[in-house]
Each structure stands twice: as structure tokens, then as C-alpha cells.
């Protein structure tokens, strides 16, 4: 119920936008955060959860994720205490017309799982040729514009959907791959990709792409995001223009904090991906992006069914399903690193909400009481089994993880529940 009242006590509170971390008590009134810490005056609770030894944190926010059908991968997200995910446009058909818009977050607000935001074509069909009619989209719903992996092979295409983007103040996402220097590519060009004599995808696909954009960036004005940085290079030309002043943020896909060329091993598809998996230093390179808060992370969610996975390596289908391993491949990142719950959390809550420039992504008084408890301890394995996805493509299948999402709130409502009690008596 909307209206319901709610009381989650005794977990420890981690609101990194806020500067939260301590053990406290979390109200909820008209699907609101009413307050924490304290209760208001008159509070009477109708549910009371009792989340002792869990983490209670802002729902988590998630800049990219293919969501196919949607209420299976929208239940997927609250199971992994996501609750807010950009749906990004190279759906079928794409995302390029208000109505299409306006269907999708009308049939994903009908589900009451976690709420889509939709990020529009910056071309007609992805083409790359035509502008998308952006400020219908924007109307219709969308948080910014991006073309996914469709380039654009015409410059003063891009440079005139920059000129209008900042007109507006509207915000463009590019995945940054030349599509020449990438072309029939399925792999890091390394020594590795040499031995199995898989085609290679230069570092510098990537940082021509992004040094072009920043050029454009530079001379428009437009407010630029670069998604799924892949090398430690293309880090760096992001992190050198932000210094500079630029209007520009990055994000980094979960897998890539994990994974390198190497994982491929003896051509495992689950382990191709668009941009590939590079070298182990990069790989360091993007861990330290995350760290320092250069880039926030996404989980690049991309459900595939069987078959696309079962061909060999460079015909099979890029991507994996995640949704559900974003929380706990981000607490595993942040314990080898050695870095504080608050600095992770905050680069897959308050950050990525940001960047969408949406209210999420925070515990503040008066905000949607959009909420994730979760058990760090807990330790599980994943299996298709274990995945509510209809995807379960991931290179992680079989991997024991640590952090297990016990309960997910949207609005104050439990949309995602395991064992926590629930005792409208108890306070």
C-alpha cells in the first residue's frame, strides 16, 4: 500500500549521498522517507521490518541494462535491489519515437518493479543519418540520447546532435568504438587474441572515439557520458577532460572490474562482450577509475537465450545478464580493493543517478522511499537456477559470490522479499 507506514529498524543505514553510515532506524510514511534516525512525531508504523545484520541502502541505480521481456527482467532488477534502471534505445523497434516512449514506461509502471527510464535514439532507427526528434523524446521521457553501438559514420551528424542536445541541456551517451578501427573485431588486439587468432579491437578504437567526442564536446557545450570505458587509456583522456572543466562522466560495465582477456580462454563465449575484455591492466586501470570516482558502474544487463551463446566465440551474441550479480560483483570489487561500503555504494546509487540527472539513488527526507536490505555475509551460487532473468548468459555461472539482496522497497512497498520478518506489532 502506498500510504502504509513503515518501519525498518535495527540495520546499519549507508546513504552515501547523504555521508550515512551508522546503525539506525529508517521511516517510511505515504511512500516517502519521513525521516531517519528519529522518529517523527505521530509515527505509527503498520509494518515493521526488523533488518538486524543487513545493510539498508538506497535502491540501486542502473545506467544501462536491455530488459527483452520486461517483467521477467524487471523482477530480476528488485531481486537484485535495483530500482531504477535506463533502458537503453536499440530495442525492437528502436527507441525513436515519443509513442514507443510513452509505451514503455506505461507498461513498466503497470509491473510496480523497478521504474525504467528510457534513454532515447539520437538517430532515426540508429541509423546515424537523421536526428531524432529528441525534444518530443525528452517530453515523452527520456533521460538523454544515445546512439548504443551504432555509429555514426558522419561527424557533422554527431556535431549537430551536440549543437541541439546542448541547446536544450539534454544529455548524450556514446559508447566510444571507431567503427573502422573495430570493424569485424571481436577481441582485445593483444598477444592473447594473436595465439587463439581472433580478430582484434586496438585500444585505439577507443580513444579516437572519445577524443572526437570530447572535440565536439568542447566546441558545443553539450553535456557528454561516456558508457562501458574498456581501457585504461580511454579512462584517461576522461579524466584529464574533467579536470580541464568539461561537462563530461563515464561509467564502467561490472564485468569489466572483474574480468580480462585472459577469462576468454579457450574461446568461452560467455566471456564476449562489446567493448571487449582487455588487458589485465587495463582492467586495474578501471578499477581505479571507479575508486577515485572517475566513473560510476553500470551492469550492461544484456539476457540472451541459449543459442546466441552456443556458436563459436566470434559469431556468438556480445553481452551477459547481470541484474542480479551487480550488487554482489560490486561488494567483491570493493573488498578487494579495500575500499569503504559508502565509496562503492555510491557508484551504483547516488552517482549513476547523477548522471541521469534524476531524483534517486538517496535516503533524504522527502524522497521516494526507494530501498535495498541486503546481507553482505551471505554467500551463494550462481546458476541458472539462482537467476530470475529469462538471460542466463553470464561467465559468473557456477562463481560463489558474497551479498545476498534480501528485500527491495519501491515507494515504501516490498516489491522484493526473502526472509526478513515482517511484524506489525513489534517496535
Not at 48 to 55: F, G, L, N
Not at 162 to 179: C, E, K, R, S, V
Not at 277 to 301: F, K, M, P
Not at 322 to 330: H, R
Request: charged share 20%.
Amino acid at each position: 500500500m502506498l500510504n502504509a507506514a513503515v518501519l525498518i529498524k535495527n540495520g546499519r543505514v549507508v546513504d552515501p549521498k547523504n555521508r550515512v553510515d551508522r546503525v539506525a532506524d529508517v521511516f517510511i510514511d505515504g511512500g516517502r522517507i519521513a525521516a531517519v534516525g528519529s522518529p517523527p512525531q505521530g509515527f505509527v508504523p503498520n509494518t515493521v521490518i526488523d533488518a538486524r545484520d543487513r545493510i539498508v541502502c538506497p535502491g540501486l541505480v542502473d545506467l544501462s541494462a536491455r530488459l527483452g521481456a520486461l517483467e521477467p527482467e524487471l523482477s530480476a532488477a528488485v531481486g537484485g535491489g535495483i530500482t531504477v534502471t535506463a533502458c537503453p534505445p536499440d530495442t525492437q523497434p528502436p527507441l525513436d519515437e515519443p509513442g514507443l516512449v510513452e509505451r514503455l514506461v506505461r507498461r513498466s509502471a503497470a509491473l510496480g518493479l523497478a521504474r525504467v527510464v528510457p534513454v532515447g535514439a539520437l538517430t532515426q532507427q540508429l541509423a546515424g543519418e537523421r536526428l531524432a526528434e529528441m525534444f518530443s523524446l525528452h517530453e515523452a521521457g527520456c533521460a538523454a540520447f544515445s546512439q548504443v553501438q551504432y555509429p555514426i559514420f558522419d561527424t557533422q551528424v554527431l556535431f549537430r546532435a551536440m549543437q541541439y542536445a546542448a541547446t536544450f541541456g539534454f544529455a548524450i551517451h556514446l559508447q566510444a568504438q571507431d567503427p573502422y578501427l573495430s570493424r569485424d573485431g571481436v577481441a582485445h588486439d593483444g598477444e592473447f587474441a594473436s595465439r587463439r587468432g581472433l580478430p582484434g579491437i586496438p585500444v585505439c578504437a577507443e580513444t579516437v572515439a572519445i577524443a572526437t567526442a570530447l572535440v565536439l564536446a568542447e566546441t558545443t557545450g553539450a553535456r557528454l557520458h561516456f558508457g562501458r570505458l574498456s581501457s585504461a587509456a580511454g579512462v584517461a583522456l576522461v579524466r584529464k577532460a574533467k579536470s580541464a572543466g568539461l561537462n563530461v562522466s563515464c561509467d564502467v560495465a561490472i564485468h569489466h572490474l572483474h574480468l580480462s582477456e585472459d577469462d576468454i580462454g579457450y574461446f568461452d563465449s560467455h566471456a564476449r562482450f562489446v567493448p571487449p575484455l582487455r588487458s589485465a591492466e587495463d582492467r586495474s586501470a578501471l578499477r581505479d577509475a571507479a575508486a577515485d570516482g572517475t566513473a560510476a558502474l553500470c551492469s550492461d544487463h544484456t539476457p540472451l537465450d541459449e543459442d546466441a551463446k552456443l556458436l563459436p566465440f566470434p559469431d556468438a551474441s556480445p553481452g551477459a545478464s547481470a541484474l542480479e550479480l551487480f550488487l554482489p560483483l560490486t561488494l567483491k570489487w570493493a573488498e578487494e580493493s579495500a575500499l569503504p561500503l559508502e565509496t562503492a555504494l555510491a557508484r551504483v546509487t547516488c552517482d549513476p543517478a547523477r548522471i541521469l540527472g534524476i531524483d534517486a539513488g538517496e535516503l533524504t527526507v522527502g524522497r521516494a522511499a526507494d530501498l535495498c536490505i541486503f546481507d553482505p555475509a551471505e554467500t551463494w551460487r550462481v546458476s541458472a537456477e539462482t537467476l530470475c532473468s529469462d538471460g542466463k548468459n553470464t561467465p559468473f555461472l557456477g562463481v560463489e559470490l558474497t551479498g545476498r539482496v534480501k528485500a527491495t522497497l519501491i515507494e515504501g512497498r516490498v516489491v522484493f522479499g526473502d526472509d526478513l520478518a515482517f511484524d506489525p506489532n513489534v517496535l
